[in-house]
């Protein structure tokens, strides 16, 4: 009995071992299965996601550069101050190792040039102030630099990008960029939609305006609204080259509604190559004051005070890169000449005016505002303005401009309106509401 009851003892237990190890290793193919379904969404699925992540990644790693001091601008932008010769633009392969032009040399050689002419004084060049002149070294403010706050010597200030902000663009060859989105001469305009004054027909090696700064109410999160200073040359094709400074209302770029001081520049229409500021290895900054995409303060107001904003884009006879100054002799930085093809020499056309983005996103004709959101008719403290319109010519002279073309693509949305005094000069005020009942 005793051995019987022993056998039937451990022929149970080893029945129920057997039990258990089946148990465990169906328990292992159904985990085994439900970690390879686990996987499958989470390496397939997101694929294009994480590679676009780790792009962004790479991106900021690039454009981001070490610095030596950190400034929070109270609208919530963080200000790198980054060594002058650690900027994005000498990543370029024909800067690298190099160091940025001297700037007072630069002001010097434009000087020397245009006085040597006959009839042209120093005195004009440097642009004498004039009646509500508001643009010069010590009255342009930005946000960030309000504390008193600025970079050291030998730096540049920065805006840092962050990741939430190549999101909103939603690719890193998106981002900083106006893919194929060429200037067009007609009203089919590709969703842009321009208010602008041009001159064409001669060579010009710069120009210069001071532009009325303003908020206009941007109503879609991929339009924009911009006032600025075009160079250009080339065809409106593939080719096209341009200069590009101003001021701009972009939410996509930065993620909020103010006017920010800005540069671009294309070589091919917009389609693959320059960029935003300094989100590309293009130009090069030398002043340690002003942040390039940092909002602009104050703004003019509606029946209320008007400030502006003093351009002027010129080409150095001595080098024949194109230069950047801001007010009254405030040097920012140049655009290499080796970025361009057609621009190596000169510019074949001068635009000057407004520009938005009609996506029509909401069926009808966008209400983003063009520069004050009010028509050209309505005059001083309620229409924007660029005033003392000139060009530089080949002898680093600035003239008058002749043959202007003026040109609104949609004027039931956005009109303009020129003119001409002894204290403007040559001048123009331009913008509108975009949709209204005679722009549905």
Not at 180 to 190: A, E, N, T
Not at 229 to 237: A, C, P
Not at 297 to 312: A, E, H, I, K, V
Not at 325 to 353: C, I, K
Request: glycine share 8%.
């Amino acid at each position: 009995m005793a051995s019987s009851s022993s056998f039937s003892s451990s022929t149970v237990t080893s029945k129920f071992i057997g039990f258990l190890l089946l148990l465990s290793s169906l328990q292992l193919d159904l985990s085994l299965g439900s970690d390879l379904h686990y996987k499958n969404q989470t390496s397939f699925r997101p694929k294009k996601e994480i590679q676009n992540l780790r792009r962004i990644e790479e991106y900021l790693k690039r454009i981001n550069k070490p610095s030596i001091k950190t400034i929070h601008s109270p609208d919530g932008d963080v200000i790198e101050c980054v060594p002058s010769h650690r900027q994005p633009a000498f990543d370029h392969p024909q800067l690298r190792g190099q160091k940025p032009l001297f700037q007072r040399n630069m002001k010097l050689v434009f000087l020397l040039a245009a006085t040597s002419t006959l009839g042209i004084s120093a005195i004009s060049l440097k642009m004498p102030s004039i009646a509500n002149e508001t643009t010069n070294e010590e009255s342009f403010n930005q946000l960030w630099s309000q504390s008193g706050e600025c970079c050291p010597i030998g730096s540049i200030p920065i805006r840092r990008t962050t990741k939430t902000d190549v999101l909103r663009a939603r690719s890193v060859r998106r981002f900083g960029r106006r893919l194929k989105k060429p200037i067009r001469r007609d009203s089919s305009g590709g969703g842009h939609e321009h208010a602008v004054v041009f001159v064409n027909g001669e060579q010009y090696y710069g120009a210069k305006a001071s532009i009325n700064v303003w908020a206009p109410r941007v109503t879609d999160a991929y339009e924009f609204s911009l006032s600025q200073i075009w160079l250009i040359s080339g065809s409106f094709g593939h080719d096209l080259n341009t200069i590009e400074a101003g001021w701009q209302v972009s939410p996509e770029l930065y993620g909020d509604n103010y006017p920010r001081f800005f540069t671009y520049w294309t070589t091919d229409a917009y389609q693959a190559t320059g960029c935003y500021n300094l989100l590309c290895s293009g130009f090069v900054q030398t002043n340690n004051k002003i942040a390039i995409g940092a909002a602009i303060s104050p703004r003019s107001s509606y029946n209320g005070r008007q400030f502006d904003l003093g351009l002027m884009i010129w080409k150095d006879p001595k080098h024949g890169h194109w230069w950047l100054e801001l007010g009254n002799g405030l040097l920012v930085g140049y655009w290499p000449v080796f970025l361009f093809s057609h621009l190596r020499s000169h510019a074949s056309m001068v635009q000057f005016g407004g520009e938005v983005v009609n996506s029509r996103s909401s069926g009808g004709h966008t209400g983003t505002q063009m520069g004050s959101g009010h028509f050209a008719d309505e005059g001083f403290e309620k229409a924007a303005y660029f005033r003392n319109l000139q060009v530089v010519d080949w002898d680093n002279n600035l003239l008058p401009l002749s043959n202007l073309h003026v040109l609104a693509d949609h004027p039931a949305c956005y009109n303009i309106r020129q003119g001409k005094n002894n204290v403007w000069g040559t001048y123009f005020y331009y913008g509108g509401p975009g949709r209204n009942p005679r722009c549905p």
